[in-house]
């Protein structure tokens, strides 16, 4: 059974920086690709980045290229989400997903989730 424990996310203020992180375990979760969903109240998840465990090739929402950089620590099963300029609009719980391919933008095609972790951007 694949889990997935996400683990960073607080309360910042805009301009801030923050880095999530994504503890994986058990069989086969480096299948494919990891990535991070967001949701924000009210509203439906959607895909922010993801990344191609062997590999490490990346792939990311329009709306956070440039400031939001993911990466994986193979020796540690961790995915990161380092955040940069963070924005009141960054506000959300953020989720680590496993299962996916790269280019997989829509949750229903990633089968394993982490339980998620609240960020906070206040303006």
């Known amino acids: 059974q694949v889990q997935l424990v996400e683990s960073g996310g607080r309360l910042v203020q805009a301009g801030d920086s923050l880095t999530l992180s994504c503890a994986a375990s058990?069989?086969?979760?480096?299948?494919?690709?990891m990535a991070w969903f967001r949701q924000a109240p009210g509203k439906e998840r959607v895909f922010v980045a993801s990344i191609r465990w062997r590999e490490g090739t990346t792939y990311y929402a329009d709306s956070v290229q440039g400031r939001f950089t993911i990466s994986r620590d193979k020796a540690k099963n961790t995915v990161l989400l380092q955040m940069n300029r963070l924005q009141p609009e960054d506000t959300a719980v953020y989720y680590c997903?496993?299962?996916?391919?790269?280019?997989?933008?829509?949750?229903?095609?990633?089968?394993?989730w982490g339980q998620g972790t609240q960020v906070t951007v206040s303006s």
């Open positions: 997903a496993a299962g996916g391919g790269l280019l997989n933008t829509r949750p229903v095609l990633y089968p394993y």
């Open positions: 058990g069989p086969s979760f480096g299948e494919g690709a």
